[in-house]
């Protein structure tokens, strides 16, 4: 009798693949929740959001038993000043990119994180002196050309698009040096934003009254930003220990490609001829840069 079962290897790496599926998935479909909080206005968007994901990571730190290891950085001063660093990119970020959905601006919102693994490799030549070879300067140089030509198209620099990958490009960069977990990192990080998110809240309703919180729908997704912000890193955080990067790396495209698609379908914004042969250079690029991933990947292997 043959046996039919998956092997333990290949049981692992089918089930990292349905967690970046859904990693991925869900955060290409995030414009749709920020776009139906728009009366609450961005800032408290990212307040509210910080609040509840707090919440939501106190609770997996106290089912994971890891609250040695937040005790562990929260004594380190050097690792706090530079998780200190990440948590104001991290909500730079997040403040930017829900100003940008808020404000009709999700194909740019795309286009940001379209040419981020891109923008990360240039970091790593700037600030890690990093050298790249012939395909991956091309690709690089094809995004410069397509950002300049996205500047034409819409009468000036992209610059939510620069924005959002170069905040989460310098975020990624940061977190390496941290030596801190993906979710004990993200809670100190979430912990120290906090307070300021919280005295934003208390201002908010001082000033405005209850507002949005008296509708219950909008407290209601209020209060899912926690776990649509906590649950895809968390379900990343596990689909990174069972695939290779260069796996992750093909998955990273699904958000944006679904965000492109909410702008132009549901949101109803324009996609000139311009910005449309701007998107097909970073496509292009994209295409070069991961096939050279690819290439080099193959190599370590023989």
Same mark, same amino acid.
């Not at 749709?32 to 909080?37: D, R, S, V």
């Not at 808020?102 to 999700?106: D, K, N």
């Not at 990624?172 to 941290?178: D, V």
């Not at 992750?248 to 495209?253: A, K, L, W």
């Given at each position: 009798m043959?046996?039919t079962?998956?092997?333990?290897?290949?049981?692992? $790496?089918?089930?990292?693949?349905i967690a970046?599926?859904f990693t991925?998935?869900l955060w290409?479909?995030?414009p749709?929740?920020?776009?139906?909080?728009e009366?609450?206005?961005?800032?408290?968007?990212? %307040?509210?959001?910080?609040?509840? /994901?707090?919440?939501?990571?106190?609770l997996v730190?106290?089912?994971?038993?890891?609250?040695?290891?937040?005790?562990?950085?929260?004594s380190?001063w050097?690792?706090?000043?530079?998780? %200190?660093? /990440?948590?104001?990119?991290?909500v730079?970020n997040?403040?930017?990119?829900?100003?940008a959905i808020?404000?009709?601006?999700?194909l740019?919102a795309?286009?940001?994180?379209?040419?981020?693994? *891109?923008?990360?490799?240039?970091?790593?030549?700037?600030?890690?002196g990093?050298?790249?070879?012939?395909?991956?300067?091309?690709?690089?140089a094809?995004a410069c050309?397509?950002? *300049?030509?996205?500047?034409?198209?819409?009468?000036?620099?992209?610059?939510?698009?620069?924005?959002?990958?170069?905040?989460?490009?310098?975020?990624? *960069?940061?977190?390496?040096?941290?030596?801190?977990g993906?979710? $004990?990192g993200?809670f100190?990080? $979430?912990?120290?934003?906090?307070? +300021? %998110?919280?005295a934003?809240?208390a201002?908010?309703?001082?000033?405005?009254?209850?507002?949005?919180h008296a509708?219950?729908?909008? *407290?209601?997704?209020?209060?899912? $930003?926690?776990?649509?912000?906590a649950v895809?890193?968390?379900?990343?955080?596990?689909?990174v220990?069972?695939l290779?990067?260069t796996t992750?790396?093909?998955?990273?495209?699904i958000?944006?490609?679904i965000?492109?698609?909410?702008?132009?379908?549901l949101f109803?914004e324009e996609?000139?001829p311009v910005?449309?042969?701007? +998107?097909?250079?970073?496509?292009l690029?994209?295409?070069? +840069?991961? +096939?050279?991933?690819?290439?080099q990947?193959r190599?370590?292997?023989v």
């Open positions: 043959t046996d079962q998956p092997s333990p290897d290949q049981s692992e $790496t089918r089930k990292g693949v970046a599926l991925y998935g290409g479909v995030l749709l929740l920020f776009h139906a909080l009366p609450a206005g961005a800032v408290l968007i990212v %307040a509210e959001r910080t609040v509840w /994901s707090l919440v939501l990571l106190a730190i106290a089912l994971s038993r890891n609250a040695k290891d937040v005790v562990a950085v929260l380190d050097r690792r706090m000043r530079v998780i %200190a660093l /990440s948590a104001i990119l991290l730079g997040w403040l930017l990119y829900v100003w808020a404000t009709g601006q999700v740019e795309s286009f940001g994180y379209f040419i981020n693994p *891109l923008v990360n490799v240039a970091i790593g030549m700037v600030v890690l990093e050298r790249q070879n012939r395909l991956q300067s091309i690709a690089i094809i050309v397509a950002i *300049l030509i996205q500047a034409v198209g819409v009468g000036n620099i992209p610059f939510v698009a620069l924005g959002l990958a170069l905040t989460f490009g310098s975020y990624g *960069l940061i977190r390496k040096t941290a030596q801190t993906p979710v $004990t993200l100190v990080e $979430t912990l120290l934003a906090a307070p +300021f %998110a919280l934003y809240v201002h908010d309703v001082a000033t405005n009254g209850v507002g949005v509708d219950p729908t909008l *407290l209601l997704l209020l209060i899912l $930003t926690g776990p649509a912000t895809p890193l968390l379900l990343f955080g596990f689909a220990r069972r290779r990067l992750i790396g093909m998955f990273q495209y958000s944006p490609s965000q492109f698609l909410l702008a132009i379908t109803g996609l000139t910005r449309l042969f701007s +998107f097909a250079l970073i496509w690029a994209l295409i070069l +840069f991961s +096939f050279n991933s690819f290439r990947h190599r370590l292997r």
